[in-house]
């Protein structure tokens, strides 16, 4: 897998707890606004994970400050390049509080996989940590081709931003297009969204909510 660095740190003065911590604020370059149900880890200088969490609906996160030593912090999101920020030097008496923000780049592999493909590698990621996945029964909650592009043998893909939450539900004013090649298609991914329950991500066995960025959804009459 390919990383990214493309993080800017800002610096904020209020702390969120009077105990030893790193935190902050996850938001999106773009729109700068929070990134919810991001993975956030602190790992060591051999890679191992100290602790990690989710961020918070409003991108909060706050990891318990760790041993003296040097360590960086780790940014994941579902089917998109690792981000990584820079090395820190740490200690259990530390309180750091920042405004992380983030630049996430599809893993370049996401664009090449069809619905099937994505399916299956789905299935094969651990028991332990795992997207969203397929709902067991798909004939519940279908998505339609819209039957005139059917007809007229359009194509097509819509490109959706969106948040899973820990039941497998799409929570609604997270859904965001960010791309489609026609509305038609939009208008079936929206309800598709409104009513599908997938099988929920896990994070060290629990179910957990999960940020789904730039999520694919290709209409095709192969």
């Known amino acids: 897998m390919r990383f990214a660095t493309t993080i800017a740190l800002l610096l904020i003065a209020a702390p969120l707890s009077a105990q030893g911590y790193i935190g902050g604020y996850a938001l999106d370059s773009a729109t700068n606004t929070p990134l919810p149900c991001l993975q956030v880890a602190l790992v060591d200088t051999s890679g191992r994970v100290v602790e990690r969490q989710l961020t918070t609906g409003d991108g909060l996160f706050q990891l318990d400050a760790p041993p003296k030593g040097t360590y960086r912090l780790r940014f994941f999101a579902w089917s998109h390049d690792t981000l990584f920020g820079p090395a820190e030097q740490l200690e259990p008496t530390i309180e750091r509080t920042r405004r992380y923000v983030l630049t996430l780049r599809p893993d370049a592999r996401l664009a090449t996989r069809t619905p ?28 339609r081709y819209p039957q005139d592009l059917r007809e007229n043998g359009v194509q097509g893909e819509v490109i959706v931003h969106y948040v899973v939450d820990s039941t497998g539900r799409v929570i609604p004013p997270t859904m965001q ?40 959804f290709t209409f095709s009459l192969r």
């Open 116 to 143: 099937a493909a994505l399916a299956t590698r789905m299935a094969a990621d651990s028991a332990a940590d795992a997207p969203p996945r397929p709902p067991r029964n798909p004939r519940s909650a279908p998505l």
């Open 177 to 216: 297009i960010a791309r489609s090649t026609h509305h038609g298609f939009t208008d079936a991914v929206r309800p598709y969204l409104r009513s599908v329950q997938y099988e929920p991500a896990r994070l060290d066995h629990r179910p957990v909510c999960a940020l789904m960025r730039d999520w694919p």
